[in-house]
């Protein structure tokens, strides 16, 4: 067990190596993370849109239900939704639920490529199969993803204004004065930081786990599940790691 | 000339080729043949170095395949083309992106000349109109087809082909084979053909090798075939009926 980890890690890290191999052909590889751009970043968009809505008005509702106390000014509501939603919410959830969708297509699409021998074709030709098809995965997520959170970020506290307020827990001058207050930009640096460290492992955990498929088509959804849940709990350890890192 | 030596691989744990030496001359279409899941598949990786070999060497002239790197490989691999098995074209790609891929990849054409030679390419092996298409739009043959014009962009002087007729009808399957052989001779390329198909043998064997759990048992072309008193060719050969009526009335 221990072991197969030890030697799954290993070859996770020389499948980096191969990946991070100078391009053959710049151009080829241009267009490959134009395309990548479109389909693991313009396309998940719409989900995180309506998961950071929806998440940014349950936050304000409960940070509201949890400090009904006439001693906490009610701006701190706002204060307390922006917090939350920068520091751990747009990163590390919107992170947690692009591993449930750009990591098991990923694998999915790897892990078919595999089975079908265009792995093999691509190596045969003498293409560096690995770079060719992951690289361009990787600089897209990294390009991209911070631009989803920052969008997370933003319909999130949309989110819990609106909902805040419709629900009358707390007015609009209250809420906006409270997301104003005592903001500290680095928090948006931190949240930044994290997902790119989190594209990094969706992206290169995914592609990995799609990368050494052996089989058939069962074997592809065992390795489009697997690549979700490691990409999810490297994620939370990351997150761990990088919050005492850059936090304290 | 591609020349295998004494080669051996084994494939969890069980011990899949034996010993096996070849030599593979240009010009002809050289064939494999055995029964399903003696090796051939894993025979005609090893020789493209698909497979690493346990033991033995891969000589491509003079060069020693089986120890160079990576990177060295690369120049002899832009030389070869090869028909995978289940056809492997690049499914997100449209049938003239799947033959202009080895072009874009390693030639500095401009955008009409690899167009003019995709084109050639398509029409070589009798596909037309159908450019824009996506691997799932075409027929298990047409596939085979592309896979083929594919392999063959880039002018290799090395082919390989693993089953180009399995599971075809009889028809198509002859016209597949035909361009094989038209192909090998006309760009004179040193040709190897996996295949279980009689008729393909028949008609294609300059030289044919027949592989058994791994291990080579017989050598010959299609007019020894017939002739021949190893007993598990025999087997093999003349496992349809259709066979078996030809060899009684040849005797
Ligand atoms: N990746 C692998 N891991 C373990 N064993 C393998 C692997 N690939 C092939 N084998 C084994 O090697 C043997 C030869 O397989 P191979 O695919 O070469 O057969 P084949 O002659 O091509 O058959 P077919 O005509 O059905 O394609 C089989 O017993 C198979 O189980
Ligand atoms: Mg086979």
Request: proline share 3%.
């Amino acid at each position: 067990m221990t072991f197969r980890f030890l030697s799954g890690f290993g070859a996770y890290w020389m499948l980096l190596g191969k990946v991070f191999s100078r391009p053959e052909k710049p151009v080829i590889y241009y267009r490959q993370t134009m395309k990548e751009l479109v389909s693991l970043g313009l396309r998940s968009i719409g989900i995180v849109t309506i998961i950071s809505f929806f998440m940014g008005a349950v936050i304000t509702l409960q940070t509201a239900y949890n400090t009904e106390n006439p001693i906490y000014p009610t701006y701190l509501i706002g204060l307390g939704a922006r917090d939350s939603i920068i520091l751990e919410f747009s990163s590390t959830i919107v992170a947690l639920i692009l591993a449930g969708k750009v990591g098991s297509n990923i694998a999915s699409e790897i892990g078919t490529m595999r089975v079908t021998e265009q792995i093999d074709a691509l190596e045969l030709m003498g293409v560096n199969s690995a770079s060719y098809i992951i690289l361009p995965k990787v600089v897209a997520t990294l390009i991209f993803n911070p631009f989803l959170t920052l969008i997370s970020i933003i319909t999130g506290i949309v989110g819990g204004w609106l909902v805040g307020t419709t629900a009358g827990v707390i007015t609009s001058p209250e809420y906006i004065y409270g997301i104003q207050y005592a903001f500290i930009p680095y928090y948006i640096t931190y949240s930044l930081i994290k997902t790119l460290f989190f594209a990094f492992i969706i992206t290169t955990v995914s592609s990995y786990q799609g990368y050494i498929v052996e089989g058939g088509s069962l074997e592809v959804g065992r390795a489009s599940t697997k690549a979700v849940v490691y990409s999810s709990v490297f994620i939370l350890l990351v997150n761990v790691i990088l919050t005492q890192l850059l936090l304290s | 000339m591609i020349r295998v030596e004494n080669i051996g691989k084994s494939l969890g744990g069980r011990e899949v080729l034996k010993d096996v030496s070849a030599v593979f001359e240009p010009g002809k279409t050289n064939l494999i043949i055995g029964k399903s899941g003696s090796g051939k598949t894993v025979f005609l990786k090893c020789i493209v170095g698909l497979f690493e070999i346990d033991s033995g060497a891969i000589w491509y002239g003079d060069v020693l395949f089986n120890e160079l790197n990576f990177h060295a490989r690369k120049e002899i691999r832009k030389e070869m083309g090869m028909l995978f098995q289940g056809s492997a074209l690049f499914d997100s790609m449209t049938v003239e992106e799947n033959v202009r891929f080895p072009l874009d990849m390693f030639t500095t054409m401009n955008y009409e000349e690899k167009l003019e030679r995709v084109n050639f390419c398509l029409k070589r092996v009798n596909i037309t109109d159908s450019n824009r298409l996506l691997p799932s739009e075409l027929s298990g043959g047409m596939k085979k087809r592309v896979a083929i014009a594919r392999a063959i962009a880039l002018k290799p002087r090395y082919l390989f082909c693993d089953e180009p007729n399995s599971g075809l009808d009889p028809k198509t399957s002859i016209v597949i084979d035909e361009l094989i052989r038209e192909i090998t001779a006309e760009l004179n390329m040193t040709t190897i053909v996996n295949t279980h198909d009689m008729n393909s043998v028949m008609e294609n064997g300059e030289k044919i090798i027949f592989i058994e759990e791994g291990e080579k048992c017989w050598e010959g072309n299609k007019n020894q075939i017939l002739q021949s008193d190893c007993k598990l060719l025999n087997e093999f050969v003349f496992a349809n009926a259709l066979a078996k009526q030809l060899k009684e009335s040849a005797r």
